[in-house]
């Protein structure tokens, strides 16, 4: 009798096996359509402060009582980073599980939001539009929205609209996308002066707008900081929002692709540029972000910077004591190019009498 576990005889089995693969490919989604995530996700307080400290998130409000209550929060909130990333997190498996790059998301918001720990997600997505790739004949690109409600209440805590390449099951013919022009050499458009805001307060912001207004100058600087991503950002924290996605925690699957290796996950490198430039301010509260994008993979080893520029500030916000500003964050690498950009709209303290000058 054959013994299945003799090494030829299991190498012989595995040849001739069909893999039950996983996930939807780009034909098995139609506008329209209606998605409810099976896993859902309990936010943890665990999982919340893993996620904000290997990302460098250290905000004192979502971290101690004194500091929540002070921010209007009945107690530290999770944070909106990681309720988005578990939120599409939880979705990977039916929408992304598949394979193929996470492009871009837009329009995410926190309606009901922020969220207690404890608060148990559901999570629904809609399609809403299909497409081929004219540049890729192996994928298509896909459009969902996507919305996660606290499962007791049914009020939506978190949601967006974000577009992934999909693996086709069939390649189509395609043409071949639009030409770049290698040859370009223009000198980049940019304005002769770059402002640092003083501080990290709105005054400060207004201030470094007011004093760029009228000039060929932009309010625009780096952040020092960098994280070298390692196992557990590029694995681990996405396994703690259920993001089941091959691309970041199976080597031997990704050997073969672009990258050769592992990436991180889309909102890993989002939330730790995003660390960064929080680190130079005084957040009040995230409102919301826009025109998100996916530049190029990032891999173990590679270490992610944030770069800021401050495009306005409105002295109205939820509080007396916050203004609204809006940011294009741009996260990149050592290599020094973009892997990350995204608008962010944020409420940011005002300078309180009591207050220091950071
Ligand atoms: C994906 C890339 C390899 C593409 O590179 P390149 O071909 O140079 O870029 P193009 O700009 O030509 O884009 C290709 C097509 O995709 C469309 N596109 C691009 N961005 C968007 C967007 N934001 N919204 C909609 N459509 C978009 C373009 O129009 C092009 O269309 P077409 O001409 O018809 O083909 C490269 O960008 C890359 O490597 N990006 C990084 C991707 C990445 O690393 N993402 C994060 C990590 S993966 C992840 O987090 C997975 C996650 O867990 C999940 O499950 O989603």
């Not at 996983?22 to 996700?41: Q, S, W």
């Not at 299909?130 to 540049?135: D, G, H, P």
Request: with cysteine.
């Amino acid at each position: 009798m054959t013994e299945w576990t003799d090494p030829d005889a299991f190498a012989r089995a595995l040849e001739r096996a069909d893999t039950k693969s996983k996930g939807n490919c780009f034909e098995d989604f139609t506008e329209g359509d209606r998605l409810e995530h099976d896993p859902g996700l309990r936010l943890a307080r665990w999982a919340n402060d893993a996620w904000m400290g290997q990302t460098l998130n250290h905000d004192p409000a979502y971290w101690r009582r004194d500091a929540a209550d002070d921010r209007g929060f009945d107690e530290p909130p999770i944070h909106p980073d990681y309720l988005l990333a578990a939120t599409l997190g939880a979705t990977v498996e039916d929408l992304s599980e598949r394979g193929g790059y996470f492009l871009g998301r837009t329009d995410v918001r926190f309606p009901d939001g922020p969220v207690p720990p404890g608060t148990e997600l559901r999570v629904e997505s809609d399609v809403v539009t299909t497409a081929a790739s004219s540049s890729r004949p192996e994928y298509g690109i896909v459009t969902w929205r996507t919305r996660g409600r606290d499962a007791r209440t049914d009020d939506v805590v978190c949601s967006y609209e974000r577009t992934n390449m999909i693996p086709r099951r069939e390649p189509i013919a395609t043409d071949g996308g639009a030409t770049a022009d290698d040859d370009a050499t223009d000198e980049p458009d940019l304005p002769s002066t770059f402002l640092t805001p003083d501080g990290g307060f709105f005054e400060d912001f207004v201030d470094a707008l007011e004093r760029a207004d009228d000039r060929d100058a932009a309010v625009a600087y780096r952040h020092e900081r960098g994280r070298t991503q390692d196992s557990v950002t590029v694995a681990a924290l996405p396994l703690a929002t259920l993001n089941t996605a091959k691309q970041h925690h199976n080597a031997e699957a990704m050997a073969d692709a672009p990258s050769g290796d592992v990436v991180a996950y889309g909102d890993v490198t989002r939330s730790t540029a995003l660390a960064h430039a929080r680190s130079d301010e005084r957040t009040w509260r995230e409102v919301g972000f826009d025109d998100e994008s996916f530049h190029d993979f990032v891999t173990p080893g590679d270490t992610v910077y944030a770069f800021t520029r401050v495009l306005e500030a409105d002295d109205d916000a939820s509080d007396d004591r916050a203004g609204t500003v809006r940011f294009e964050h741009v996260a990149f690498t050592q290599r020094e190019k973009p892997v990350y950009s995204g608008i962010r709209t944020a409420e940011i303290r005002k300078r309180q009498p009591t207050d220091d000058n950071r």
